[in-house]
């Protein structure tokens, strides 16, 4: 049995050193050595991770104390034979439970996406030969062959390496492919510049590798990933803990109130013990906002739809209240902030620079120059043919084969008028010299077209062919003695902009030439000129995060790219501080504390792994901050699921980064980040007018019972009534305010504080004054109908339509909290609200005037003369609660004016 690696320090070691460490050879393993191995090892899986079923789904949806006391009244009221009671209570905790069910989505299922990126094959070395296996068979030892186009099966130490290049991006977020090599690197090397490593679910774009397995399933850096995610704590977003606290201080309230009433009407004996009972179960029926969890989840719902219509799919309901307190967004560079596509941005020629733009790979765009385009003919030309990508246009989009970076000089080829698709027909390959990390350039020899002769091209990095030349192409045309120092200024300046460069140069040969040779090309060479290329940054996410800016929105960008490529897009996008990088090798030199002082002035932090993204996270909620991650790589999952909102790319996404995420981009536009955090803040505005709205309709039923049982009166509602109005009528008016638009400046005030408490003492003012008012109309609607003679029956459905009358004209007075209500666009409402009240108007006449719910809701028929009473009650309590508005809110601005007077002076 081989010995256990230490697969933290593989990239450190000689290819000997691991093979000696994994007892194997070149030549892989025996079957019957992986068979063992396979048995001690396992499966190259990831762990499953565990599911919630649908019934425990449902079953949560009773968790809340305050289902728990309607179930208690539902219990106790059918042990005393109220059978309609408990049936109308269990119809509204079933009713609550069955809409959360609906709307709660799919469980989280990260592990079993990042499982699916294993390769489904692989091709080793057993018993000395070649042999296709499963991908999930192989073993520590196993000796893998990759070639272009794999999917790297397992973590390999590179025993072989030609001209191999992989894209990593998945995990280490850097743009264009990673070359590969044998030689070890140091211990403390970041992800991305272990060149010696390919790890499990990148893939190989070109060139051949020889390899042997170091780590499969959970210890592969992806399955360490899978490791962290069920590791990671999900937060409970601040409106589940808000609501969840006031819960249970309102349940606490109205358990001790009815005790006590219980036991003082016991102990006094002021009515029989069964209808004090039920008098006290009122009282909390009425106190319960039974309709409140419904309306609260319809209204995150609603807000699901709307963000669905800018492209932001919501996973996880309450995320969608948390978008709307983010205080910082932390967002991946590659694919987020930048199209995750290679461009030719500048052209560096013996004249000058040419600036480069156009749209993704598509070969149509401009080039600024002060002299002629046509004089880049031969630099296109060497671009073209010195190339082994391809691009097609396919329903309107242009895609690439092979390198992306090949691919971009093949779209700027086409930019400068150049056909490259018949130069490459006209201009046979008679030879190739592949690009080799240890020359660091690639050669053709291509036969001439007409009158030209045959030419060697070559590119490469810019230092290595500087100096292969002898001359360099000027702006006319000639060939003249290079400048060495000229270019080495200019590309200097260039690749400070991020950018990455690559020289073109170039070598007339006879057209008897068929073979290339070292010699060839070594000296004598003619430069043509470079061109700098860059992942370029959308121009929305510009847009974006100055809007995020101006609603007081922190922008930091986190990638595993260099810290140059970094800092120039983060200039380019107009982040603040972009001149300060930190790179993860800074951020394993930081204990916690000093990170966190660091953190805040810092907005860019490159090379980074998924710890590092992680504890950046976490640092920033240590500071009370509310933090959105943005990410599309596995590497970004871990940091998605423990901030406060998690926002995955939805196109270029990995599955495991979607199922971490609570809500994703369907069109990976970071500006769609800024609508979402816009419809997150009417989601909140939405739902403290409900709850302004629910909140004061209990509380006048609540007082109004409570009154009765102190003055030793009748209930002037009963309980089944309370019921009817919390949750059919209530339910109803309280949905239509789950549709109400965006208010003006949303965008434009600061996010609010983490823990804010969803009941400010003003809100509390407002809902113990609409109580108020509420208890002086139904108590006094009622009281007025017995003074004149009517049944205790009429007097309480006279009480309870009154009661749905003040709500009515209440729900106006909610739609415009911080203004008057008393204008044409407020009084006009919308067709949502409109449309509630017209089916809550035909609710009441159905229970008051039909014969058999008047049976079941205790119900007598209320003449028209009362009826027009009623109406002119709700008027008034609208123009006194709209006063009273008024005067609080001038009072606060006054205040708030002395304040600011204080503070300017």
């Not at 939805?650 to 809500?663: C, W, Y």
């Not at 014969?851 to 003369?865: C, G, M, S």
Request: with cysteine; proline share 4%.
């Amino acid at each position: 049995m081989t010995k256990m690696l230490n697969t933290q320090i593989c990239h450190t070691q000689k290819t000997e050193e691991i093979l000696e460490a994994l007892e194997v050879n070149s030549q892989g393993l025996t079957s019957e050595e992986a068979e063992k191995r396979l048995e001690h090892f396992g499966l190259n899986r990831l762990p499953e991770a565990a599911k919630r079923g649908p019934i425990m789904r449902f079953l949560m949806q009773f968790n809340s104390i305050l289902i728990y006391v309607l179930l208690g009244a539902a219990a106790i009221t059918a042990f005393l034979d109220h059978w309609i009671d408990s049936a109308v209570i269990l119809a509204v905790v079933i009713v609550n439970a069955v809409i959360g069910f609906i709307q709660e989505g799919k469980a989280e299922e990260a592990m079993d996406a990042i499982r699916n990126m294993l390769a489904p094959h692989a091709n080793v070395m057993r018993d000395g030969q070649r042999q296709s296996i499963e991908g999930d068979r192989l073993v520590p030892g196993d000796v893998v062959l990759l070639e272009a186009g794999d999917k790297v099966p397992a973590d390999l130490r590179l025993l072989q390496a030609n001209t191999m290049q992989v894209q990593e991006a998945i995990l280490t977020g850097e743009s264009v492919p990673v070359e590969k090599d044998i030689a070890p690197v140091r211990q403390d090397a970041a992800l991305g510049d272990r060149a010696c490593m390919a790890f499990s679910g990148t893939i190989v774009t070109s060139g051949q590798a020889r390899g042997v397995v170091t780590g499969t399933g959970a210890e592969t850096e992806i399955g360490k990933i899978s490791g962290m995610l069920s590791k990671v704590e999900t937060l409970v977003t601040p409106l589940v803990k808000q609501t969840n606290r006031f819960a249970e201080y309102l349940t606490i309230f109205i358990l001790t109130v009815s005790g006590l009433i219980l036991l003082s009407g016991w102990y006094f004996q002021t009515m029989p013990f069964t209808e004090l009972f039920m008098a006290v179960v009122g009282l909390s029926v009425a106190a319960i906002p039974e309709g409140l969890p419904a309306v609260l989840t319809i209204t995150l719902a609603v807000g699901v739809q709307a963000m669905a219509e800018r492209n932001a799919i919501i996973r996880r309901l309450p995320a969608i209240e948390t978008l709307g307190s983010v205080s910082v967004i932390c967002t991946d560079k590659t694919g987020t902030l930048t199209r995750n596509e290679m461009m030719v941005a500048s052209v560096l020629t013996a004249g000058g620079v040419m600036q480069v733009d156009g749209e993704g790979y598509a070969p149509q765009g401009t080039i600024s120059s002060d002299g002629d385009v046509a004089q880049l003919h031969d630099l296109a030309l060497a671009a073209a043919l010195c190339n082994d990508a391809a691009i097609r246009e396919e329903d309107g989009q242009w895609r690439i084969e092979g390198d992306p970076m090949e691919a971009a000089l093949l779209s700027f080829a086409g930019k400068t008028g150049l056909d490259w698709e018949q130069e490459q027909h006209q201009r046979e390959r008679r030879d190739i010299l592949p690009f080799d990390s240890t020359t660091r350039y690639m050669a053709t020899l291509n036969t001439g077209s007409g009158d030209h002769q045959a030419c060697i091209f070559v590119k490469g990095a810019p230092e290595r062919i500087l100096g292969m030349c002898t001359e360099q192409r000027d702006a006319n045309g000639e060939n003249v003695p290079i400048d060495p120092d000229y270019w080495q200024e200019q590309a200097e300046h260039i690749a400070s902009q991020g950018q990455r460069l690559l020289a073109f140069a170039l070598k007339p040969v006879g057209a008897d030439h068929r073979g290339l040779q070292l010699s060839d090309i070594e000296q004598g060479l003619i430069l043509l000129g470079m061109t700098g290329m860059i992942d370029p940054p959308r121009p929305e996410a510009v847009a974006a995060i100055a809007d995020c800016y101006h609603a007081g929105i922190a922008v930091k960008m986190i990638t595993g790219d260099h810290a140059g490529t970094a800092a120039a897009i983060g200039k380019q996008i107009g982040l603040k501080n972009a001149d300060r990088v930190l790179t993860g090798a800074d951020l394993d030199a930081m204990d916690d504390i000093a990170l966190t002082d660091a953190i805040l002035e810092t907005d860019i932090f490159a090379r980074t792994s998924p710890e590092h993204k992680l504890r950046l996270v976490m640092a920033l909620q240590s500071h009370g901050l509310s933090v959105a991650m943005t990410g599309d790589g596995v590497n970004d999952a871990p940091a998605l699921k423990r901030a406060d909102a998690g926002i995955a790319m939805g196109q270029k996404g990995s599955e495991a980064t979607k199922e971490a995420a609570d809500l994703v981009l369907a069109d990976d536009n970071f500006a769609s980040i800024a609508a979402a955090v816009r419809e997150g803040r009417t989601v909140y505005d939405n739902i403290k007018k409900v709850i302004a709205w629910t909140l004061p309709t209990n509380g006048g039923e609540a007082m109004t019972v409570l009154l009765a049982l102190m003055l030793g009166l009748m209930l002037p509602i009963t309980p089944v009534q309370i019921l009817w109005i919390n949750l059919v009528t209530a339910v109803t008016l309280g949905i239509a305010l789950a549709f109400e638009p965006t208010e003006e400046r949303t965008m434009l005030r600061p996010p609010r504080a983490k823990d804010e408490p969803l009941l400010s003492g003003e809100l509390l003012w407002g809902i113990l004054v609409v109580s108020l008012v509420f208890l002086a109309g139904v108590f006094g609607i009622y009281k007025y109908a017995i003074l004149q003679g009517y049944s205790i029956g009429v007097a309480r459905t006279m009480a309870m339509n009154t009661l749905v009358v003040m709500e009515i004209f209440h729900l106006f007075f909610v739609r415009n909290l911080y203004g008057t209500s008393i204008t044409w666009d407020a009084m006009k409402g919308t067709k949502v609200i409109w449309l509630a009240i017209t089916i809550v108007t035909l609710g009441q006449f159905a229970v008051t005037y039909l014969p058999f719910l008047q049976k079941i809701f205790q119900t007598e028929d209320v003449p028209f003369d009362y009826g027009v009473l009623i109406v002119a009650i709700g008027v008034a309590s609208f123009i006194l609660i709209e006063i009273e508005k008024q005067v609080r809110l001038r009072f606060f601005r006054q205040k708030e004016m002395d304040k600011n007077a204080a503070i300017t002076g």
